[in-house]
């Protein structure tokens, strides 16, 4: 057991740092205020290869593993957990399904552009009356011939309208409840896709969530993913490594306010002394650093597994779990370094507090990763 990056991984880790100061930082919290996603980010992450971390050189990555892309999601999300997200979802929720269940052509089709950055990809789970009870959608998938035709809505949809390329699941047998859940790759040209009601949300701001609508929409059959009746595994194994990634953005998240913390609290000056000096609020930066060291070892942890093919679906729900509450909690203790100020826009804390909360929330609540976790004690 060793607990130092290779030289492959500092490496990525330098290249995303710099990238995240030097080009999604400075508009993070404009982009922020005007709930604005820029594609021009994507693009310019798709030329240092980001877009496709962990798929090989074939499919149009760069060969890489889940812990390269658990490192970058933290670094973008140390900054701007908005672009942390859209990196996440993109590469754990539609590439990832779309590489270990696609077919040979379905690869070449869909993931290789998106892996390319060419195209964004999304994940269609949630609906109004499914959030929890991921099973319970509604969303009919009916077999016509050589396609299908799908009718219903998928809410809370992570780059929603600005992607290209949708993970879609459906009920293709609603007797058969989750047994009878088909995955689709949707392409947002298809006939009948429509992007409806964009969320106006607490933090994550400048990362779209829409509501995608199904009306009468044709897929033909050669976009099934996987088998039919295959869906709901298919939907519950991409969360197994999609929570990693969330894990990571927490971990990010709470970086980035530490680090504001920390130098704000050498630099502000009361009662004749740095408020560093004080313990209660060095002690605070001592406990937020550690709960943050802690995640990120379960975070690296978890990506370290699935990148060795154990399994890793356990680890990543604690990653997710202890990071989420960490990031929370970080961020709260930051807003309070900084005093009255942390309240304000002026300083980036306040953002980082928002954006943390929708940690504990997607991606299977802290709830249901505690339930997925205790299942498997
Ligand atoms: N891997 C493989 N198979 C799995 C699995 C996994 N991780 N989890 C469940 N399954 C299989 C089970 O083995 C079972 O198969 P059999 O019928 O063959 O035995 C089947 O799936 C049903 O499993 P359960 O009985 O455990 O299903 P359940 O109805 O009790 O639900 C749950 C389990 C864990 C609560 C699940 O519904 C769940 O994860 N809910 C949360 C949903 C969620 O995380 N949504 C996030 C939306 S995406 C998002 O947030 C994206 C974003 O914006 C960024």
Redesign the pocket.
């Known amino acids: 057991m060793q607990f130092t990056l290779s030289e492959e991984h500092e490496m990525i880790r330098k290249m995303v740092r710099d990238f995240a100061i030097n080009e999604v930082a400075p508009t993070a919290s404009e982009r922020d205020e005007e709930e604005r996603f820029d594609r021009e980010i994507f693009d310019q992450m798709a030329e240092l290869g980001l877009t496709g971390i962990p798929w090989p050189e074939e499919y149009g990555g760069i060969g890489s593993d889940f812990l390269a892309y658990a490192i970058a999601v933290e670094e973008l999300s140390r900054v701007c957990a908005s672009t942390g997200?859209t990196l996440?979802?993109h590469t754990s929720?539609a590439g990832w399904p779309i590489f270990k269940f696609g077919t040979e052509e379905q690869k070449q089709k869909y993931l290789k552009p998106m892996a390319q950055g060419k195209k964004i990809g999304a994940?269609c789970?949630?609906e109004s009356g499914s959030?929890?009870?991921?099973?319970?959608m509604k969303t009919m998938a009916r077999k016509e011939g050589d396609h299908y035709v799908l009718n219903g809505s998928k809410i809370?949809?992570?780059n929603g309208g600005v992607a290209e390329i949708y993970v879609v699941f459906a009920t293709t047998d609603p007797e058969s409840k989750?047994?009878g859940t088909t995955a689709f790759i949707v392409e947002s040209n298809f006939s009948g896709f429509k992007v409806g009601k964009k969320e106006k949300k607490m933090g994550i701001r400048s990362s779209p969530?829409t509501e995608i609508i199904f009306e009468d929409c044709i897929v033909p059959q050669e976009n099934v993913l996987g088998e039919e009746g295959q869906g709901?595994?298919i939907?519950?194994?991409t969360?197994?490594g999609?929570?990693n990634g969330?894990a990571a953005q927490a971990v990010g998240i709470a970086q980035g306010a530490l680090d504001a913390a920390v130098s704000y609290a050498k630099e502000r000056v009361q009662f004749g002394k740095p408020i560093i000096a004080n313990q209660g609020i060095s002690f605070k930066l001592a406990d937020m650093a550690t709960n943050i060291e802690a995640a990120r070892l379960l975070t690296y942890q978890a990506a370290w597994l699935e990148s060795a093919g154990l399994p890793y679906?356990k680890a990543s729900a604690m990653a997710k779990l202890f990071a989420g509450d960490t990031a929370m909690k970080v961020t709260t203790e930051a807003v309070q370094v900084f005093g009255g100020y942390g309240y304000t826009k002026e300083y980036p804390v306040e953002r980082f507090m928002r954006d943390a909360k929708i940690t504990q929330?997607?991606?299977?609540?802290q709830e249901?990763q505690r339930?997925?976790i205790s299942?498997m004690l």
């Open positions: 997200v996440s979802a929720l994940y789970l949630t959030g929890s009870d991921a099973g319970g809370f949809i992570t989750h047994k969530t709901f595994k939907a519950m194994m969360l197994d999609g929570r969330i679906g929330i997607y991606e299977g609540t249901i339930l997925v299942r």
